[in-house]
Structure formats: C-alpha cells, structure tokens
C-alpha cells in the first residue's frame, strides 16, 4: 500500500528517517495535538471561569468574551494560513502561527485586566488557528477520499482525549493554584509542539501554489470555492455541528456551575460525558466509512445531532433537576459531531488538492465565525435558566438534520 493508502506512494520533501511518515501512528498523534491546540486553549480553563469572573472584576458577559474573542481570533487567523502556505509551505507557516500562540499565552497568564485578557485570547486564537488549518490541509496532502475521512477520525479519537484531560487538570490547578497556571500549561505546550514540528515534521506539499499572496487574491480564491455547491454544503455541515459544541463548551460551566451547583471537579467530570461521546463517534465513523461511504457516515451522525439536542430540550424545559438533563444528552450530540465533522472537512476538501490549504482555510473561518455569533448570542442571554443552552443545541442539530435531508443534488446523490 502506498503512502496515501490507496497504492500511490508521494514524495516527501524531507526524507530524513528521523522525519515522521504518512501512515504512521506517530504522524496521526502529531496532526491531532496541533488541531487540538484549540480545544486545549478553551476547555483547560473552563473551571476557571467563576473565578477569572471574580479575579478581574468582570461580569459573567465580559468573561464570556474571553471566548468568543478567541473563536473570532480563530476564524480571522485561518483567513492567512491556508493560502500562504499553499504558496510557502505548510511548516514554516506552522511555525509562525505557534511562535504566535506561545507569546499570546504569556501575555493571558499576565494580563491584569479582562481587556487585556480578552485582546490576549484574541492573538493567541491567532496562533491556534494555523495548527488547525495546517493539520486538515497536511491530511489532504497525503490522503484522499475515504482514506482522508478515516485519518481525521483516528486524529479526532486521540484529540477527543484533550477535552477529557483539559477540563479536569484546569480544575484541579484552579484548586491548587490560580487560574493564571493555566495559561503556563498553554504555553508550555506550545513550545513543546514548536520543537515537535521544527525536528520532526516532513514538509507535506508537493506543488507549490503560484497564486500571488494578496488579500484580493485569496479573496477570489475564496470566491472560486463558495461557487462550488458541494463545498458549501459540507462547510455547513461542519458549521451547525461544531456551533452546538461551541455552545455547549462557552455555556456549560455558567449553567453547571452556576444553575446545578456543580463545583470546579465536579464540572470537569460531567464535562467528560461530552468528551466520551465525542470519541465514541470518531471511532465509530472510523468504521462506518469504509461501509457506508463519507455521506453515508454523515447521515448517522446528523441524525444523532438532533437527537441529542431534542433530548436536551425536552429534558431542561420539562425542569428535570438533575445535570444529567445537560450532559447526557450532550454525549448524544458529541457523538454526532465525531461522526459528521471529520467526514464533512474530507468531502469538502476532496475537489480542490492544489488548494487545500485555502479550502481549509474558509471552512475554519466559517465554522467558527458561526460558533462564535451563537456564543455571543447565548451569553448575553444566560442567566438563571439553563433554557437557553438546549435551545441552542436542539437549533444546531435540527438544522442540520434539515439540511442533510435537503441536499442530495448538491452532494451529487439522492438525500
């Protein structure tokens, strides 16, 4: 078997043997840390948010910005990365956007301000962007197809296990320590990724692209990728889905902690009903591809984002006092997103291999601009009701069904 797994071997720019290879473990374990360097920057200092809140003397609205300053961060930075290193190359860029990420990350552990914290959260989101954008656009340079859906659930199983481990150790350094701590772990993380890539990394691009790096010029590249209805709709796929995540990670401590009483630990734990669901859906849809195809994949995994969403509402709104009204159904959803988004980037990436980095790029920005609206909407609204966090959910997961069911020409098959 060849290098992209379907007998066609590539041509690394690098062939040292201390380089890293394209079916390999050690490759996969790599491109999940760098997409995971975003979920690490949010989910680690959750359980630190009561406390960021009393710290700064922000409110809860202002706290909240701390997030959706870094999803809009997010989206802005994948803006530039894409097609700068379809241009470049991925590992220079890759290297930029983590050198960025780390100083960012100093600045957070001492910003004396929610001002200041919420501009850092802005430049390192900055940073975290490229590793996201770069890992998907390296998937696609090696693997193709159903082979590139399969590599990112394997990446999507081993990142499931930051937002496991992140809420429960940002917990347990809000009780030793304060909530700065955190942002030392980002940072040392950051610098250990950075070396990784740096010695260990092959160069994965194979041509070059000769498009001119201009704002214009991505801006038509962008153009030329919307007008392309599959891509559209695989990119909203990835939106709705990961929109739901998002609500769930900016609202669950406010509604857990703060609604159901659950203190710093407890949090952390209830937040692992998601995390298991999420990996129980990437392992999951390692198997169905190979069956049923990356549409076929996505179908089970739409189908249990309404589910879970429904569930929840129906639960919260029916007053059922238990977080278990939250969490378990939210494992349901999860479950939904590890079967939908790794198969969805794949299928949307699939027709354009001289562009991946820039298609990448868009369906980032997309996603999270979404999931950043939907967080701002959600917290100006959260309160002493936890009603507002399954109606976003159960919005997501509906909508996506919808538009599953409503988009067979354009995925080129019957819905």
């Not at 960025?100 to 962007?129: D, K």
């Not at 998601?274 to 849809?285: D, F, H, K, N, R």
């Not at 967080?375 to 399954?390: C, D, E, R, T, W």
Request: contains cysteine; hydrophobic residues 50%.
């Amino acid at each position: 078997m060849g290098l992209f797994g379907l007998g066609q071997p590539i041509a690394c720019h690098d062939r040292s043997d201390s380089m890293l290879k394209p079916d390999t473990l050690a490759l996969t374990a790599v491109l999940a840390l760098l997409t995971a360097l975003g979920p690490l920057s949010t989910d680690m200092y959750l359980p630190s948010l009561p406390d960021i809140a009393l710290g700064l003397q922000a409110t809860t609205g202002q706290t909240q910005m701390t997030l959706s300053a870094f999803l809009i961060g997010f989206a802005a930075g994948q803006f530039f990365y894409g097609p700068v290193s379809d241009r470049v190359g991925r590992k220079p860029v890759l290297l930029l956007g983590l050198g960025l990420f780390t100083v960012a990350s100093l600045v957070c552990a001492l910003a004396p301000n929610i001002e200041i914290l919420i501009a850092a959260r802005f430049l390192q989101a900055l940073g975290a962007s490229g590793p996201i954008v770069l890992g998907r656009a390296i998937v696609r340079d090696f693997y193709e197809g159903p082979r590139a859906g399969k590599e990112l659930s394997r990446m999507g199983s081993i990142m499931g296990v930051v937002p496991a481990v992140a809420p429960v150790l940002g917990g347990l350094i809000a009780q030793a320590y304060e909530w700065r701590a955190t942002f030392v772990v980002m940072l040392a993380c950051g610098v250990a990724l950075a070396a990784v890539v740096l010695l260990r990394l092959p160069e994965s691009i194979r041509t070059k692209s000769s498009d001119p790096i201009s704002f214009a010029a991505i801006l038509r590249g962008f153009g030329t990728l919307l007008r392309h209805p599959g891509y559209r709709t695989y990119v909203s796929f990835s939106m709705l889905a990961y929109g739901g995540l998002f609500a769930f990670i900016s609202g669950s401590s406010f509604v857990l902690q703060g609604v159901y009483r659950l203190d710093e630990l407890a949090y952390a734990f209830s937040f692992a009903f998601m995390v298991v669901g999420y990996i129980g859906g990437t392992v999951l849809a390692q198997h169905l591809v190979g069956r049923y195809g990356l549409d076929g994949t996505i179908r089970f995994g739409v189908a249990s984002l309404a589910a879970g969403g429904a569930l929840m509402f129906v639960l919260v709104a029916s007053g059922v006092p238990s977080s278990f009204a939250i969490t378990g159904p939210m494992a349901i959803y999860a479950m939904g997103v590890g079967l939908t988004m790794p198969q969805a980037m794949a299928s949307a990436l699939m027709p354009f291999p001289e562009r991946a980095g820039a298609a990448s790029s868009l369906l980032g920005i997309c996603q999270m601009t979404f999931a950043a609206i939907l967080g701002i909407v959600l917290g100006q609204n959260l309160g002493g009701s936890a009603l507002p966090l399954p109606t976003a959910i159960a919005g997501t997961g509906i909508a996506a069904l919808i538009a599953f069911a409503g988009t067979g020409r354009a995925r080129g098959k019957p819905a």
